[in-house]
Protein backbone atom coordinates (compact mmCIF):
# COMPACT_ATOMS: atom_id res chain seq x y z
CA UNK A 1 0.00 0.00 0.00
CA UNK A 2 0.96 3.77 -0.83
CA UNK A 3 0.71 6.58 1.01
CA UNK A 4 -0.05 9.95 0.04
CA UNK A 5 2.80 12.59 0.78
CA UNK A 6 0.55 15.18 0.72
CA UNK A 7 -2.92 14.09 2.03
CA UNK A 8 -5.88 15.46 0.46
CA UNK A 9 -8.27 17.89 1.37
CA UNK A 10 -10.58 15.34 2.33
CA UNK A 11 -8.27 13.12 4.73
CA UNK A 12 -7.34 16.28 6.11
CA UNK A 13 -10.91 17.22 7.07
CA UNK A 14 -11.50 13.73 8.88
CA UNK A 15 -8.09 14.04 10.85
CA UNK A 16 -10.03 17.39 12.23
CA UNK A 17 -13.16 16.32 12.69
CA UNK A 18 -11.75 13.18 14.84
CA UNK A 19 -9.96 15.44 16.34
CA UNK A 20 -12.83 17.40 17.45
CA UNK A 21 -15.24 15.00 18.46
CA UNK A 22 -12.70 13.55 20.75
CA UNK A 23 -12.29 16.34 22.59
CA UNK A 24 -16.90 17.03 22.84
CA UNK A 25 -16.77 13.57 24.17
CA UNK A 26 -14.03 14.00 26.48
CA UNK A 27 -16.34 17.34 28.21
CA UNK A 28 -19.46 15.26 28.16
CA UNK A 29 -17.81 11.96 29.48
CA UNK A 30 -20.11 13.00 32.95
CA UNK A 31 -23.18 12.97 31.94
CA UNK A 32 -22.87 10.17 28.85
CA UNK A 33 -23.78 6.17 29.66
CA UNK A 34 -20.28 3.74 28.91
CA UNK A 35 -22.73 2.13 25.90
CA UNK A 36 -22.53 5.90 24.12
CA UNK A 37 -19.09 6.01 25.06
CA UNK A 38 -18.03 3.06 23.74
CA UNK A 39 -20.50 3.64 20.46
CA UNK A 40 -19.16 7.29 19.60
CA UNK A 41 -15.47 6.20 20.75
CA UNK A 42 -16.27 2.74 17.73
CA UNK A 43 -17.35 5.81 15.07
CA UNK A 44 -14.53 8.34 15.90
CA UNK A 45 -12.33 4.90 15.33
CA UNK A 46 -13.60 3.90 12.02
CA UNK A 47 -13.28 7.39 10.45
CA UNK A 48 -9.18 7.75 11.96
CA UNK A 49 -8.96 3.97 9.67
CA UNK A 50 -9.91 5.76 6.86
CA UNK A 51 -8.72 8.80 7.02
CA UNK A 52 -5.42 6.52 7.32
CA UNK A 53 -6.23 4.61 4.45
CA UNK A 54 -7.17 7.52 2.28
CA UNK A 55 -10.06 5.62 1.46
CA UNK A 56 -12.59 8.70 0.24
CA UNK A 57 -15.54 6.58 0.30
CA UNK A 58 -14.88 5.53 3.63
CA UNK A 59 -14.22 8.92 5.16
CA UNK A 60 -17.57 9.66 3.67
CA UNK A 61 -19.65 6.31 5.16
CA UNK A 62 -17.50 6.91 8.57
CA UNK A 63 -18.36 10.77 8.49
CA UNK A 64 -22.31 9.88 8.50
CA UNK A 65 -22.28 7.28 10.94
CA UNK A 66 -20.16 9.68 13.55
CA UNK A 67 -22.86 12.47 12.73
CA UNK A 68 -25.79 10.35 13.62
CA UNK A 69 -23.46 9.16 16.78
CA UNK A 70 -23.08 12.50 17.91
CA UNK A 71 -26.86 13.29 17.44
CA UNK A 72 -27.15 11.41 21.03
CA UNK A 73 -24.40 13.06 22.27
CA UNK A 74 -25.28 16.75 21.05
CA UNK A 75 -28.49 17.10 20.05
CA UNK A 76 -29.90 19.30 17.22
CA UNK A 77 -31.35 22.22 18.30
CA UNK A 78 -34.71 23.19 16.60
CA UNK A 79 -34.16 26.90 16.74
CA UNK A 80 -30.18 26.79 16.32
CA UNK A 81 -30.73 28.78 13.12
CA UNK A 82 -32.33 31.38 14.90
CA UNK A 83 -29.73 31.54 17.61
CA UNK A 84 -27.11 31.60 15.25
CA UNK A 85 -28.88 34.78 13.12
CA UNK A 86 -29.79 36.44 16.50
CA UNK A 87 -26.05 36.41 17.21
CA UNK A 88 -24.91 37.67 14.15
CA UNK A 89 -27.64 40.66 14.41
CA UNK A 90 -26.83 41.38 18.40
CA UNK A 91 -23.06 41.94 17.26
CA UNK A 92 -23.85 43.59 14.35
CA UNK A 93 -26.39 46.03 16.99
CA UNK A 94 -23.36 45.89 19.13
CA UNK A 95 -20.59 47.60 17.04
CA UNK A 96 -23.19 49.83 15.13
CA UNK A 97 -23.42 51.53 18.93
CA UNK A 98 -19.73 51.36 19.52
CA UNK A 99 -19.20 52.96 16.35
CA UNK A 100 -21.73 55.40 16.84
CA UNK A 101 -20.67 56.19 20.69
CA UNK A 102 -16.88 56.14 20.06
CA UNK A 103 -16.57 57.34 16.35
CA UNK A 104 -18.97 58.67 13.93
CA UNK A 105 -22.49 59.85 14.41
CA UNK A 106 -25.19 60.63 12.17
CA UNK A 107 -26.44 64.30 12.31
CA UNK A 108 -29.25 65.96 10.80
CA UNK A 109 -28.61 69.70 9.56
CA UNK A 110 -31.56 71.28 11.45
CA UNK A 111 -31.77 74.98 10.28
CA UNK A 112 -30.05 77.51 7.55
CA UNK A 113 -27.39 78.68 10.05
CA UNK A 114 -24.42 76.80 7.95
CA UNK A 115 -25.84 77.87 4.32
CA UNK A 116 -24.77 77.36 1.50
CA UNK A 117 -21.73 75.30 3.03
CA UNK A 118 -24.55 72.96 4.82
CA UNK A 119 -27.98 72.79 4.18
CA UNK A 120 -30.64 72.99 6.51
CA UNK A 121 -34.38 71.92 6.52
CA UNK A 122 -35.92 74.96 3.82
CA UNK A 123 -39.36 75.17 2.88
CA UNK A 124 -40.18 76.49 -0.62
CA UNK A 125 -43.02 77.82 -1.76
CA UNK A 126 -43.96 77.40 -5.31
CA UNK A 127 -46.28 79.95 -6.95
CA UNK A 128 -49.75 78.27 -6.83
CA UNK A 129 -50.70 78.29 -10.87
CA UNK A 130 -47.62 76.46 -10.98
CA UNK A 131 -48.34 72.78 -10.78
CA UNK A 132 -45.37 70.20 -9.00
CA UNK A 133 -43.38 68.00 -10.42
CA UNK A 134 -44.34 64.44 -11.31
CA UNK A 135 -43.35 60.50 -9.97
CA UNK A 136 -39.89 60.68 -11.88
CA UNK A 137 -38.80 64.25 -10.99
CA UNK A 138 -39.62 63.71 -7.65
CA UNK A 139 -37.58 60.77 -7.36
CA UNK A 140 -34.79 61.93 -8.29
CA UNK A 141 -34.84 65.46 -6.53
CA UNK A 142 -35.32 63.40 -3.41
CA UNK A 143 -31.86 61.51 -4.04
CA UNK A 144 -30.06 64.18 -5.44
CA UNK A 145 -31.31 67.33 -3.02
CA UNK A 146 -32.83 65.53 -0.54
CA UNK A 147 -36.07 67.51 -1.78
CA UNK A 148 -39.91 66.69 -0.70
CA UNK A 149 -42.92 68.02 -2.53
CA UNK A 150 -45.54 68.89 -0.21
CA UNK A 151 -49.63 70.16 -0.91
CA UNK A 152 -52.18 70.79 1.77
CA UNK A 153 -55.83 72.50 -0.42
CA UNK A 154 -58.18 73.91 2.09
CA UNK A 155 -61.38 71.89 1.30
CA UNK A 156 -63.57 74.74 2.82
CA UNK A 157 -62.96 78.33 3.76
CA UNK A 158 -60.80 77.40 6.92
CA UNK A 159 -58.43 78.56 9.21
CA UNK A 160 -55.35 76.74 10.65
CA UNK A 161 -55.97 76.51 14.87
CA UNK A 162 -52.91 74.21 15.28
CA UNK A 163 -49.79 72.23 13.64
CA UNK A 164 -49.05 68.86 15.18
CA UNK A 165 -46.16 66.76 15.19
CA UNK A 166 -46.38 63.43 13.72
CA UNK A 167 -43.52 60.75 13.80
CA UNK A 168 -44.15 57.78 11.39
CA UNK A 169 -41.81 54.52 11.24
CA UNK A 170 -39.85 55.52 14.39
CA UNK A 171 -38.14 58.80 12.25
CA UNK A 172 -40.18 60.37 9.62
CA UNK A 173 -41.66 63.80 10.48
CA UNK A 174 -45.25 64.58 9.68
CA UNK A 175 -47.38 67.88 10.60
CA UNK A 176 -50.66 67.84 10.57
CA UNK A 177 -52.60 70.71 10.27
CA UNK A 178 -55.70 71.26 12.34
CA UNK A 179 -58.66 73.71 10.80
CA UNK A 180 -61.27 75.17 12.43
CA UNK A 181 -63.93 73.20 10.50
CA UNK A 182 -62.53 70.07 12.17
CA UNK A 183 -60.50 69.08 9.26
CA UNK A 184 -57.06 67.85 9.10
CA UNK A 185 -54.18 67.48 6.79
CA UNK A 186 -50.73 64.91 6.92
CA UNK A 187 -47.81 66.59 5.67
CA UNK A 188 -44.50 65.61 5.42
CA UNK A 189 -42.16 68.52 6.96
CA UNK A 190 -41.52 69.74 10.15
CA UNK A 191 -44.12 72.03 11.77
CA UNK A 192 -41.64 74.90 12.46
CA UNK A 193 -40.83 74.80 8.85
CA UNK A 194 -44.19 74.89 7.95
CA UNK A 195 -44.82 77.60 10.49
CA UNK A 196 -41.68 80.09 9.36
CA UNK A 197 -42.49 83.17 7.80
CA UNK A 198 -41.93 83.02 4.16
CA UNK A 199 -38.75 84.85 4.02
CA UNK A 200 -37.47 82.86 7.21
CA UNK A 201 -37.36 79.71 4.87
CA UNK A 202 -40.76 78.92 5.67
CA UNK A 203 -44.33 78.82 4.16
CA UNK A 204 -46.66 80.92 6.48
CA UNK A 205 -48.79 78.70 7.61
CA UNK A 206 -50.42 80.40 10.90
CA UNK A 207 -53.16 80.77 12.81
CA UNK A 208 -53.47 84.66 11.20
CA UNK A 209 -53.92 83.32 7.60
CA UNK A 210 -58.08 82.49 6.55
CA UNK A 211 -57.94 80.24 3.04
CA UNK A 212 -60.45 79.50 0.84
CA UNK A 213 -62.29 76.79 -0.47
CA UNK A 214 -59.61 75.31 -2.92
CA UNK A 215 -57.10 77.72 -2.00
CA UNK A 216 -53.38 76.32 -1.14
CA UNK A 217 -52.54 76.22 2.37
CA UNK A 218 -48.74 74.80 1.57
CA UNK A 219 -47.85 74.51 -2.29
CA UNK A 220 -44.29 73.46 -2.58
CA UNK A 221 -41.04 71.40 -1.60
CA UNK A 222 -38.48 71.09 1.01
CA UNK A 223 -35.42 70.45 1.59
CA UNK A 224 -34.82 67.86 4.17
CA UNK A 225 -31.44 68.99 5.07
CA UNK A 226 -27.79 67.69 4.81
CA UNK A 227 -27.13 64.56 6.61
CA UNK A 228 -23.34 64.06 7.65
CA UNK A 229 -20.86 62.03 9.60
CA UNK A 230 -19.54 63.78 12.90
CA UNK A 231 -16.19 62.73 13.80
CA UNK A 232 -16.04 61.74 17.38
CA UNK A 233 -12.67 59.98 17.22
CA UNK A 234 -10.42 62.99 16.51
CA UNK A 235 -11.00 65.40 19.38
CA UNK A 236 -9.70 62.27 21.46
CA UNK A 237 -6.53 63.37 20.66
CA UNK A 238 -6.19 66.86 19.58
CA UNK A 239 -8.49 70.39 20.49
CA UNK A 240 -10.67 71.55 17.73
CA UNK A 241 -9.25 74.08 15.30
CA UNK A 242 -10.06 77.47 14.19
CA UNK A 243 -12.68 77.19 11.11
CA UNK A 244 -13.70 73.72 11.69
CA UNK A 245 -16.89 72.58 10.83
CA UNK A 246 -17.65 71.15 14.60
CA UNK A 247 -20.53 69.78 16.59
CA UNK A 248 -21.57 70.27 20.09
CA UNK A 249 -24.16 70.07 22.72
CA UNK A 250 -26.26 72.98 24.07
CA UNK A 251 -26.42 71.69 27.56
CA UNK A 252 -25.76 74.64 30.04
CA UNK A 253 -25.26 76.98 27.51
CA UNK A 254 -27.94 79.87 29.48
CA UNK A 255 -28.36 81.95 26.66
CA UNK A 256 -29.82 79.07 24.73
CA UNK A 257 -33.53 77.90 25.68
CA UNK A 258 -35.18 74.97 24.44
CA UNK A 259 -38.53 75.20 22.85
CA UNK A 260 -39.64 72.15 23.94
CA UNK A 261 -39.42 72.23 28.01
CA UNK A 262 -38.82 68.01 27.79
CA UNK A 263 -35.48 68.55 25.89
CA UNK A 264 -32.58 69.37 27.95
CA UNK A 265 -30.22 70.02 25.01
CA UNK A 266 -30.20 69.68 21.29
CA UNK A 267 -26.90 69.53 19.12
CA UNK A 268 -26.05 72.47 16.99
CA UNK A 269 -23.64 72.98 13.71
CA UNK A 270 -21.35 75.65 13.52
CA UNK A 271 -17.93 76.62 12.46
CA UNK A 272 -15.15 77.40 14.93
CA UNK A 273 -15.09 81.08 14.82
CA UNK A 274 -12.11 81.18 17.60
CA UNK A 275 -10.48 79.55 20.41
CA UNK A 276 -9.36 80.84 24.32
CA UNK A 277 -7.85 83.54 24.22
CA UNK A 278 -8.72 84.97 21.04
CA UNK A 279 -10.32 88.53 20.16
CA UNK A 280 -12.85 89.16 17.39
CA UNK A 281 -14.13 92.12 16.11
CA UNK A 282 -16.86 91.68 12.84
CA UNK A 283 -16.74 94.98 10.30
CA UNK A 284 -19.47 93.46 7.85
CA UNK A 285 -18.57 91.67 5.68
CA UNK A 286 -15.15 90.98 7.06
CA UNK A 287 -13.96 88.64 10.04
CA UNK A 288 -11.03 90.23 12.45
CA UNK A 289 -9.57 87.77 15.00
CA UNK A 290 -6.65 89.28 16.65
CA UNK A 291 -6.34 92.20 15.14
CA UNK A 292 -6.02 90.60 11.50
CA UNK A 293 -8.26 89.45 8.87
CA UNK A 294 -9.14 85.73 9.87
CA UNK A 295 -6.99 83.93 7.47
CA UNK A 296 -8.63 80.14 7.28
CA UNK A 297 -10.27 78.88 3.58
CA UNK A 298 -13.64 78.91 5.36
CA UNK A 299 -13.84 82.27 6.61
CA UNK A 300 -12.36 83.54 3.62
CA UNK A 301 -14.95 81.93 1.76
CA UNK A 302 -17.79 83.65 3.58
CA UNK A 303 -16.00 87.18 3.32
CA UNK A 304 -15.65 87.10 -0.26
CA UNK A 305 -19.49 87.20 -0.56
CA UNK A 306 -20.51 85.49 -3.87
CA UNK A 307 -22.05 82.01 -4.64
CA UNK A 308 -24.65 82.39 -2.22
CA UNK A 309 -22.43 83.72 1.18
CA UNK A 310 -23.35 87.47 2.39
CA UNK A 311 -20.05 87.62 4.83
CA UNK A 312 -20.44 88.05 8.71
CA UNK A 313 -22.61 90.53 9.92
CA UNK A 314 -23.34 93.30 13.02
CA UNK A 315 -26.77 92.33 14.36
CA UNK A 316 -27.96 95.23 16.84
CA UNK A 317 -30.22 93.06 18.62
CA UNK A 318 -27.27 90.63 19.71
CA UNK A 319 -24.93 91.25 22.75
CA UNK A 320 -22.43 90.32 21.36
CA UNK A 321 -19.96 91.69 18.03
CA UNK A 322 -23.21 93.85 17.50
CA UNK A 323 -21.47 96.77 16.02
CA UNK A 324 -18.00 97.00 14.12
CA UNK A 325 -16.36 98.43 17.38
CA UNK A 326 -17.35 95.81 19.54
CA UNK A 327 -14.65 93.04 20.40
CA UNK A 328 -15.20 89.77 22.40
CA UNK A 329 -12.08 87.86 23.98
CA UNK A 330 -12.80 84.08 24.02
CA UNK A 331 -12.22 83.10 27.34
CA UNK A 332 -10.29 79.92 29.01
CA UNK A 333 -11.88 76.47 27.67
CA UNK A 334 -14.34 78.10 25.54
CA UNK A 335 -14.95 78.16 21.80
CA UNK A 336 -16.83 80.74 19.68
CA UNK A 337 -19.54 79.54 17.51
CA UNK A 338 -20.24 81.19 13.83
CA UNK A 339 -22.75 80.16 11.36
CA UNK A 340 -21.68 80.55 7.85
CA UNK A 341 -25.00 82.20 6.88
CA UNK A 342 -24.43 85.05 9.28
CA UNK A 343 -27.72 87.24 9.13
CA UNK A 344 -29.58 84.20 9.33
CA UNK A 345 -27.77 82.24 12.20
CA UNK A 346 -28.22 82.43 16.10
CA UNK A 347 -24.77 81.61 17.06
CA UNK A 348 -21.90 82.62 20.10
CA UNK A 349 -22.83 86.37 18.70
CA UNK A 350 -26.12 85.82 20.09
CA UNK A 351 -26.06 83.16 23.50
CA UNK A 352 -22.11 83.04 24.00
CA UNK A 353 -19.21 80.78 23.77
CA UNK A 354 -19.46 76.52 23.61
CA UNK A 355 -17.42 75.13 26.64
CA UNK A 356 -15.30 72.65 25.83
CA UNK A 357 -16.59 69.80 27.35
CA UNK A 358 -20.01 70.27 24.90
CA UNK A 359 -17.74 69.85 22.11
CA UNK A 360 -19.55 66.43 20.00
CA UNK A 361 -16.97 66.07 17.09
CA UNK A 362 -16.11 67.54 13.77
CA UNK A 363 -17.92 67.52 10.77
CA UNK A 364 -16.65 64.65 8.70
CA UNK A 365 -19.08 63.87 5.26
CA UNK A 366 -22.56 64.31 3.85
CA UNK A 367 -23.59 61.48 2.67
CA UNK A 368 -27.10 61.89 1.82
CA UNK A 369 -28.68 63.67 -0.36
CA UNK A 370 -26.08 62.90 -3.29
CA UNK A 371 -26.24 66.64 -5.13
CA UNK A 372 -22.79 69.12 -4.98
CA UNK A 373 -22.62 68.80 -1.02
CA UNK A 374 -22.04 65.16 -1.10
CA UNK A 375 -18.51 64.36 -0.02
CA UNK A 376 -15.75 65.74 3.31
CA UNK A 377 -17.33 68.73 4.54
CA UNK A 378 -15.06 72.09 4.83
Known amino acids: MTVALFPSRQVKEARLLAEHARKLLHRRKDVLSDATISAVETEIGKLEAAAKAGDEGAINDASESLDKAFGKVQ ?15 LVAFVL ?30 VPTDQPLPGFLRRG ?71 YRAGQPIVHGYVDTGDQVFVDKFTYNFRLPRRSDVFVFS ?65 IPSFPYLSTPSDTFTVPEKNYFALGDNSYNSSDSRNWGTVPQENVVGRGLFVYWPFGHHWGFVN
Not at 114 to 120: H, I, K, R
Not at 147 to 170: C, N
Request: charged share 25%.
Open 75 to 89: PTRDDAGWRENCEVL
Open 96 to 125: AIAIRAYFLQPFKIPTGSMQPTLNGIIGHP
Open 140 to 210: FDSLWFGRTYVEAVSEVDDQIVGLTKETHYGFMEYTRIVMASGRSYLVHAPATTLHAEVIRDGFGADGSHR
Open 250 to 314: TRDISGIRMTDPNVKSEFYIKRLGAVAGDKLRIEAPRLFRNDAEAPEAGFRRVVKATDGYRGYSN
